[in-house]
C-alpha cells in the first residue's frame, strides 16, 4: 500500500497527496467522502475544463471498459484528465480486476478517483489498486471527543472563536455524525453574523431539539445516586419525546465504563493511569466525573443494573406497557441496586 491516511490530514495538505495517479477514498462518512472528493477535484481541475477534461460515473452503472477508455484519453485543456468512479464497491468483480491489472501502470496524464462506503481490502484487486494510490478512510464520529475536535478544526478555517461552554454544549447536544453538525454549525454561523465570539446562548438557540432534561443529566444524576434529580430528568425527557430504546442504550454504555474502570482497579491500576490511558471515549472534561460515580457502583451493583437494563429492554420490546411505567421502575431499580 502507498499510503493510508485520514481526512483531516490530506485537507491540511491536498497537494502532497495529489502526486499519486490513484486516489481511494473509502470509508461509513459521507461527509468526510464528499469533504475529500471536492477538495480534490478543486485542485485538480478548473470549473471551466471539467467539460473536457472530468468523467465522472458509478459502479453500479459502468463497466470497466467504460472507465478505461477515459483514463487513456489525453487531456484537452487541464493538465491532467479526471475521473470520478463513485460506488467503486458496486462495481463488478471482473471490472475491479481490470481497475488493478492498470493500477499497476497507470497513466500519467489521468488521475482516477475511487470512492466506497465500505472497501474489502482482503480483495487481491483491492490490494493492487491500494499499493499505487493514496488511500483517504472516512469513519463516523465514534464518540464525543471525535466531534470537539471536528469543531475546534471548523472553527479554526472561519477563523471564529466559540466559549468553552459554548464547546462542551455543542458536542454534547449533537449526535456523532458530521454532516448533522455541519449544518447545525452552518446555522449557528448565519446566527451570530459578524460576531467573532459564539456564546454558549448562541448554540443553544440554534439547536433547536434542546431539552430541560437531556441524557448527560440522567447519567450524572444516577451516577451521583441524586434519586430526584435523576427521576424529575427522566420524566422531563419522558415529556420531551426521547425515546425509550435510546435512553436503555446509552445508560448501557454509562455503566460499561463504570464497569472497565472498577475492572481495572480490581487490575490494581490507579486512577491516573485509568484516566489517561483507558478513558479514550469519554470526553476528558468528564473523566474525573467516570472515576468518581465508579465509586458509587461497584462490580455487583454493575451487574445488577445490567440485568435491569436487559429486562426493561425485552419488556419495552414485548409487553404491552406504557414506557414511562417500565423506564421510572428501571431507573428505581438501577438507584436502588
Same mark, same amino acid.
Given at each position: 500500500?502507498?499510503?493510508?491516511?485520514?481526512?483531516?490530514?490530506?485537507?491540511?495538505?491536498?497537494?502532497?497527496?495529489?502526486?499519486?495517479?490513484?486516489?481511494?477514498?473509502?470509508?461509513?462518512?459521507?461527509?468526510? !467522502?464528499?469533504?475529500?472528493?471536492?477538495?480534490?477535484?478543486?485542485?485538480?481541475?478548473?470549473?471551466?475544463?471539467?467539460?473536457?477534461?472530468?468523467?465522472?460515473?458509478?459502479?453500479?452503472?459502468?463497466?470497466?471498459?467504460?472507465?478505461?477508455?477515459?483514463?487513456?484519453?489525453?487531456?484537452?485543456?487541464?493538465?491532467?484528465?479526471?475521473?470520478?468512479?463513485?460506488?467503486?464497491?458496486?462495481?463488478?468483480?471482473?471490472?475491479?480486476?481490470?481497475?488493478?491489472?492498470?493500477?499497476?501502470?497507470?497513466?500519467?496524464?489521468?488521475?482516477?478517483?475511487?470512492?466506497?462506503?465500505?472497501?474489502?481490502?482482503?480483495?487481491?484487486?483491492?490490494?493492487?489498486?491500494?499499493?499505487?494510490?493514496?488511500?483517504?478512510?472516512?469513519?463516523?464520529?465514534?464518540?464525543?471527543?471525535?466531534?470537539?475536535?471536528?469543531?475546534?478544526?471548523?472553527?479554526?478555517?472561519?477563523?471564529?472563536?466559540?466559549?468553552?461552554?459554548?464547546?462542551?454544549?455543542?458536542?454534547?447536544?449533537?449526535?456523532?455524525?458530521?454532516?448533522?453538525?455541519?449544518?447545525?454549525?452552518?446555522?449557528?454561523?448565519?446566527?451570530?453574523?459578524?460576531?467573532?465570539?459564539?456564546?454558549?446562548?448562541?448554540?443553544?438557540?440554534?439547536?433547536?431539539?434542546?431539552?430541560?432534561?437531556?441524557?448527560?443529566?440522567?447519567?450524572?444524576?444516577?451516577?451521583? !445516586?441524586?434519586?430526584?434529580?435523576?427521576?424529575?430528568?427522566?420524566?422531563?425527557?419522558?415529556?420531551?419525546?426521547?425515546?425509550?430504546?435510546?435512553?436503555?442504550?446509552?445508560?448501557?454504555?454509562?455503566?460499561?465504563?463504570?464497569?472497565?474502570?472498577?475492572?481495572?482497579?480490581?487490575?490494581?491500576?490507579?486512577?491516573?493511569?485509568?484516566?489517561?490511558?483507558?478513558?479514550?471515549?469519554?470526553?476528558?472534561?468528564?473523566?474525573?466525573?467516570?472515576?468518581?460515580?465508579?465509586?458509587?457502583?461497584?462490580?455487583?451493583?454493575?451487574?445488577?443494573?445490567?440485568?435491569?437494563?436487559?429486562?426493561?429492554?425485552?419488556?419495552?420490546?414485548?409487553?404491552?406497557?406504557?414506557?414511562?411505567?417500565?423506564?421510572?421502575?428501571?431507573?428505581?431499580?438501577?438507584?436502588?441496586?
Amino acid at each position: 500500500m502507498a499510503e493510508s491516511i485520514q481526512p483531516d490530514k490530506f485537507l491540511l495538505n491536498p497537494k502532497k497527496y495529489l502526486n499519486y495517479p490513484i486516489i481511494v477514498v473509502s470509508g461509513e462518512d459521507a461527509y468526510y !467522502r464528499d469533504l475529500t472528493l471536492d477538495s480534490a477535484l478543486k485542485r485538480l481541475i478548473a470549473p471551466e475544463n471539467r467539460e473536457f477534461d472530468y468523467f465522472l460515473c458509478y459502479g453500479e452503472d459502468v463497466r470497466a471498459e467504460e472507465v478505461l477508455v477515459q483514463l487513456e484519453m489525453i487531456p484537452f485543456m487541464n493538465d491532467v484528465r479526471v475521473t470520478v468512479l463513485k460506488n467503486f464497491d458496486s462495481l463488478r468483480t471482473e471490472d475491479k480486476n481490470s481497475l488493478a491489472k492498470y493500477a499497476e501502470n497507470p497513466s500519467l496524464s489521468s488521475k482516477l478517483i475511487l470512492t466506497a462506503n465500505k472497501l474489502d481490502q482482503r480483495l487481491n484487486s483491492i490490494k493492487s489498486i491500494l499499493k499505487n494510490a493514496v488511500h483517504i478512510t472516512c469513519k463516523s464520529a465514534y464518540n464525543v471527543g471525535d466531534i470537539v475536535k471536528w469543531l475546534k478544526q471548523r472553527l479554526v478555517a472561519e477563523k471564529i472563536t466559540m466559549e468553552p461552554k459554548a464547546v462542551d454544549f455543542f458536542s454534547n447536544m449533537t449526535d456523532l455524525d458530521y454532516l448533522e453538525a455541519e449544518n447545525t454549525f452552518q446555522k449557528i454561523l448565519i446566527h451570530a453574523g459578524d460576531s467573532q465570539m459564539i456564546h454558549l446562548e448562541d448554540v443553544k438557540e440554534c439547536l433547536g431539539h434542546f431539552k430541560a432534561g437531556t441524557i448527560f443529566e440522567l447519567q450524572n444524576a444516577i451516577g451521583n !445516586r441524586a434519586k430526584k434529580k435523576a427521576v424529575l430528568t427522566l420524566e422531563s425527557m419522558l415529556e420531551n419525546g426521547e425515546n425509550a430504546i435510546m435512553i436503555i442504550t446509552m445508560l448501557t454504555g454509562f455503566f460499561t465504563v463504570l464497569w472497565k474502570i472498577n475492572a481495572l482497579r480490581r487490575g490494581h491500576i490507579g486512577f491516573k493511569e485509568i484516566k489517561e490511558s483507558h478513558l479514550k471515549n469519554v470526553f476528558w472534561k468528564y473523566r474525573d466525573d467516570y472515576i468518581k460515580f465508579s465509586s458509587n457502583y461497584k462490580l455487583k451493583s454493575l451487574r445488577k443494573c445490567f440485568g435491569i437494563l436487559y429486562r426493561t429492554d425485552f419488556s419495552l420490546k414485548s409487553l404491552n406497557v406504557k414506557e414511562n411505567i417500565l423506564l421510572e421502575l428501571m431507573l428505581l431499580d438501577i438507584l436502588n441496586s
